[in-house]
Every structure is written in structure tokens, then in C-alpha cells.
């Protein structure tokens, strides 16, 4: 039995219900999925459901923006007790800073003869956690742009015509806010710039897991993370990433873990 624990629904960025993907998920055999959503947790419940009518199991967590001097990190939650008030505040911040910076790419990207309605952008958004591919859908539907990653490279990218930075907790505080909620933190795909007192230092923060296996990572990275997560005896996970069309590399199911890496978060999560 195999598990995808990185995967996103219309709670936030992703293009399939939570519903729609437990579905896919049990179609092509695996037998535990993570909701993942940025900043949310809206997804899980009723992913939860999904799971028992498909017989997949669901794991409840979710992706935390952060930032580790001034550059842009996500951390893995699993395993996170939904109920905690706690923890849904700390998140509540987190969607209120997306909804103001998505005021300030829309008025930054008239400078670039853009003009796009919020309104709109809150439309294709439903009630998933706002973000900047759902202002690079917006443009689509305009012909401004023919993809997301269009959208990206020309104008909401690092650097780019409408970018802006967003408030985020640290990564140290994002770690802490994972942990006081039971859950368990794993450092998302880190790439191939790994910085070894990086890992030591959010290790030694409350650090568990390192994303082993990405999309994004070739067989050298994901070399890289498995040797630091033996090093730091930390979790070795993996997942697709996926968000459903917009995103035609993240396959679901295209990078996985097996079942006993399920077991040994639960477990320190106290399941």
C-alpha cells in the first residue's frame, strides 16, 4: 500500500474537490492521501468523508507558509487536531494576509496595463484560501495570459511586474504552531539548495520531517534530503504536490511513500 501526503484541493489552490480527489486517489490505487491545502483546514472534513465512502485513508493536515531569513519556506502539518482553536486563529491570520495581498498584486499590475476585478478573482476562488494562482485564472479568462505558469513567469513571480511579498510566520513559529496543535512539521519540498545548518536548526526547533520525494527534486536532491533526514532521524515523506490541471507535472500519485512512513507519523502523533 502506497500514500500521496502532499496533495491540494479547492479549500485552497488546487482545481478538484476534496471529494473528486479521494475518488482519483482510490482510481489508481493508493491507499492513503494528506490533504495539504495552504492555510486551511476547509478541505478536510469532508475529504475525511470521501475517504470512508473510497475506502482511502485521509490524513487531516495542511501547508504553512513561512520564511527562514527573508526567503519563502513551507511547512507540512499531519496529523493536526482540526478542533484546535487555537491553531484555526493562527490560520485565520494567515488567510486575512492573502486576502490583503491580493488587493495590492491587483492595483500593482495596472502598472502593467492588468486590470482585473477582486470580485472575479474571490469568484474563482470560491471558498478556498485565496491566493495567486486564482488571480493567474483571472487573467486567463481575460487572454491576458494563456496558462498559470504564463502568469507566473511574466507577472506574479518572485520579482515580476505584480509581485508582493505576504506577511508569514517564521519557520521557527510555523514548527511551534504545528506542534501545539498535535501535528506533526515537515520541511516541504526543500529543493537543491539545501542548507545543512537549516535543517539542524529547524530539527532542533521541533522539526520531524523532511519531504524526500517532490516533483521538483531529481534523484541527486532527493539523495540529498534522505541522507539529512537519516542524519537528523527525521521522517522521509514524499507527495505529489498536486493541484489538479493547473499543475500538469504534479500527477497524483507521481512521487509516494509507503504505508510504514503513515504509521510512523501517526505514531508521533500519538494514533
Given at each position: 500500500m502506497i500514500a500521496d501526503l502532499h496533495i491540494h484541493t479547492t479549500a485552497s489552490d488546487g482545481t478538484d474537490t476534496p471529494d473528486e480527489v479521494v475518488a482519483k486517489a482510490a482510481s489508481i490505487g493508493l491507499g492513503y492521501i494528506a490533504i495539504t491545502d495552504h492555510d486551511t483546514l476547509e478541505g478536510i472534513a469532508s475529504g475525511l468523508e470521501a475517504g470512508k465512502k473510497h475506502n482511502v485513508g485521509v490524513l487531516a493536515a495542511i501547508e504553512l507558509s513561512a520564511e527562514y531569513k527573508n526567503k519563502e519556506v513551507?511547512?507540512?502539518?499531519?496529523?493536526?487536531?482540526?478542533?484546535?482553536?487555537?491553531?484555526?486563529?493562527?490560520?485565520?491570520?494567515?488567510?486575512?494576509?492573502?486576502?490583503?495581498?491580493?488587493?495590492?498584486?491587483?492595483?500593482?499590475?495596472?502598472?502593467?496595463?492588468?486590470f482585473l476585478e477582486a470580485d472575479r478573482v474571490f469568484e474563482i476562488a470560491g471558498k478556498g484560501s485565496v491566493g495567486r494562482p486564482h488571480i493567474a485564472r483571472a487573467m486567463m479568462e481575460k487572454g491576458i495570459v494563456a496558462s498559470v505558469s504564463e502568469?507566473?513567469?511574466?507577472?506574479?513571480?518572485?520579482?515580476?511586474?505584480?509581485?508582493?511579498?505576504?506577511?508569514?510566520?517564521?519557520?521557527?513559529?510555523?514548527?511551534?504552531?504545528?506542534?501545539?496543535?498535535?501535528?506533526v512539521p515537515v520541511l516541504a519540498h526543500p529543493g537543491a539548495n539545501i542548507d545543512l545548518s537549516f535543517i539542524e536548526i529547524l530539527t532542533n526547533q521541533g522539526l520531524k520531517g523532511i519531504e524526500v520525494y517532490h516533483p521538483s527534486h531529481d534523484s541527486r536532491t532527493s539523495r540529498e534530503c534522505l541522507r539529512l533526514a537519516?542524519?537528523?532521524?527525521?521522517?522521509?515523506?514524499?507527495?505529489?504536490?498536486?493541484?489538479?490541471?493547473?499543475?500538469?507535472?504534479?500527477?497524483?500519485?507521481?512521487?509516494?511513500?509507503?504505508?510504514?512512513?503513515?504509521?510512523?507519523?501517526?505514531?508521533m502523533a500519538g494514533f
Open positions: 513551507h511547512i507540512l502539518g499531519y496529523m493536526i487536531d482540526v478542533e484546535s482553536k487555537k491553531f484555526n486563529d493562527k490560520i485565520a491570520f494567515l488567510r486575512e494576509t492573502r486576502i490583503n495581498r491580493l488587493y495590492k498584486i491587483i492595483d500593482k499590475l495596472k502598472g502593467s496595463n492588468v502568469a507566473f513567469n511574466f507577472y506574479l513571480g518572485y520579482g515580476k511586474a505584480g509581485y508582493v511579498p505576504r506577511e508569514k510566520y517564521s519557520a521557527s513559529q510555523a514548527i511551534d504552531i504545528i506542534l501545539e496543535a498535535k501535528g537519516e542524519k537528523y532521524n527525521l521522517i522521509a515523506t514524499g507527495g505529489s504536490d498536486y493541484h489538479g490541471k493547473d499543475k500538469t507535472k504534479n500527477i497524483l500519485g507521481c512521487c509516494w511513500v509507503s504505508v510504514q512512513i503513515v504509521d510512523e507519523i501517526k505514531a
